[in-house]
């Protein structure tokens, strides 16, 4: 395991022992730079016995895009006189194993001259699983910062889109929107974020009445995506609300029937019927409910259709196919779609792109009272797109930056590629942009709409001058 010629470096007894057995990688090399010294963990660590590392030049153990110049370093060390420099004093470096795997090391390094000869010594470690680790750690908390911002912009538009007469009914208003708020993100919590079944949603908001034989339900079980578990809890925690206050469940003998299933096309259809309860009574005016069920159906792709006969309200909607895991084919080329020019309009016009309906709901209300004509909202790249080849051009655009674990960057892409000016919108406190993004605005959720306002006739500003500067 010893050079010969330094057999009087150290003992062979003990002293050897415990460098041999250390739990960090020694390797010493002399003044060649080739190894003299090679202990176990060094052999578990690059996959070589010592024997064969003995007598090598140190680079071996280098990846060879990193070798240029190493030696001179090694040099500039040992002409310094320093004795030596702590771990992780010379950074992260890569080393290389035998069979040619490259990896991530922490080196520390001592010199030292015995019996008039010059000695290094390297200590190594491995960092492969730290760093590992400590990029999962990040991401984790990246994407808790995100989700927590993402809620906040949900209860900051929840807040801002209820009315009631009464200060005692606004609070049981939010109250109870709130909590439903809280059971959905439980139930994504227990499924690990992958999704929620569509029977548990439901019972969610109607437990109690469930309870007392008032609701049925009939229909197959279902995963619904994680986009659509929130949306859906608020749409019938919106339902079962006002069968409380004005429909079946108002009544002892009232009545609720929810059904669902999968037409051929893969559509999922949902029916509730209350027959039993107070006279109906048509709504003259569109509450929180309506706007959601009406917000959901442009997010979602959906189609709503509420009835009012005398028996009590029947509301029926088609969901497409990835409200319930199945995602939308994504378009990868957008250069392959038709392009439209900016069509002349009186407002100023906005593509508003964002996942959460009822986030999307109070941007809609806050932009369309500033003035702005609204495209969309839609929550998937491919619904962007189709507008666009549909001939609709907007002046700007406001892009949520994740789309359900879709970045938006190819529709981003495409608004650069037509000069079309936009920003993003995002929980993400310090997302890692790719480079031709960096001087995009990125707006942090949630925001006020007159921040979100204020930089958007920023951007359309700027377009106009450059666009004037350009045809000067």
């Known amino acids: 395991m010893m050079n010969v010629e330094i057999d009087d470096w150290i003992s062979r007894g003990h002293f050897e022992a415990v460098l041999l057995n250390a739990m960090d990688a020694l390797v010493t090399i002399d003044g060649k730079q080739n190894i003299v010294f090679f202990n176990n963990a060094a052999e578990l660590m690059f996959g070589m016995k010592a024997d064969e590392a003995i007598g090598q030049p140190l680079v071996h153990l280098i990846p060879e895009v990193s070798r240029s110049g190493h030696e001179k370093h090694v040099q500039l060390f040992r002409d310094t006189g320093v004795t030596g420099r702590s771990m992780g004093a010379l950074g992260a470096i890569s080393g290389r194993r035998s069979n040619g795997e490259t990896f991530r090391i922490e080196a520390s390094i001592s010199q030292a001259t015995v019996n008039g000869k010059w000695l290094a010594t390297v200590i190594l470690r491995d960092i492969t699983e730290r760093l590992a680790n400590e990029e999962a750690r990040n991401l984790l908390a990246q994407e808790v910062d995100h989700r ?146 009406e917000s959901l159906g442009e997010q979602m792709r959906s189609s709503a259709i509420s009835k009012w006969p005398s028996s009590g309200l029947e509301f029926s909607i088609a969901l497409p196919s990835d409200a319930f895991g199945l995602r939308p084919r994504q378009i990868d080329d957008p250069k392959g779609l038709p392009s439209c020019e900016r069509a002349a309009v009186a407002d100023r016009s906005i593509l508003l792109v964002e996942d959460e309906a009822i986030v999307a709901l109070v941007l809609v209300a806050g932009l369309k009272s500033d003035g702005w004509k609204i495209i969309g909202p839609v929550a998937t790249i491919e619904a962007a797109y189709q507008l666009l080849a549909s001939g609709e051009a907007p002046d700007v655009a406001l892009l949520d930056l994740n789309l359900d674990g879709d970045p938006i960057y190819p529709l981003a892409k495409l608004l650069q590629a037509r000069a079309i000016p936009f920003a993003f919108y995002s929980g993400y406190s310090a997302p890692i942009l790719e480079p031709r993004f960096k001087d995009v605005p990125l707006i942090a959720k949630p925001a006020r709409i007159h921040v979100i306002n204020n930089e958007l006739n920023g951007l359309l500003e700027k377009s106009k001058r450059s666009r004037q500067n350009y045809e000067r």
């Open 148 to 293: 927590a911002k993402n809620a906040l912009a949900v209860v900051h538009a929840i807040v801002k889109l209820t009315s009631a007469e009464s200060t005692e009914k606004y609070i049981e208003s939010i109250t109870g929107r709130l909590d439903t708020l809280a059971r959905a993100h439980s139930l994504l919590a227990k499924g690990s974020w992958m999704g929620g079944d569509l029977r548990q949603v439901i019972e969610e908001e109607v437990l109690g009445f469930q309870a007392m034989g008032q609701v049925s339900f009939e229909g197959p079980n279902i995963t619904l995506s994680v986009k659509s578990v929130q949306p859906l809890s608020m749409l019938f925690h919106e339902l079962a609300t006002n069968a409380v206050k004005h429909g079946a469940l108002s009544a002892v003998d009232g009545r609720v029937a929810i059904r669902w299933d999968v037409d051929d096309a893969g559509n999922m259809l949902l029916h509730w019927v209350e027959t039993g309860g107070a006279a109906v009574v048509v709504p003259e005016r569109k509450g929180f409910g309506s706007s959601l069920i």
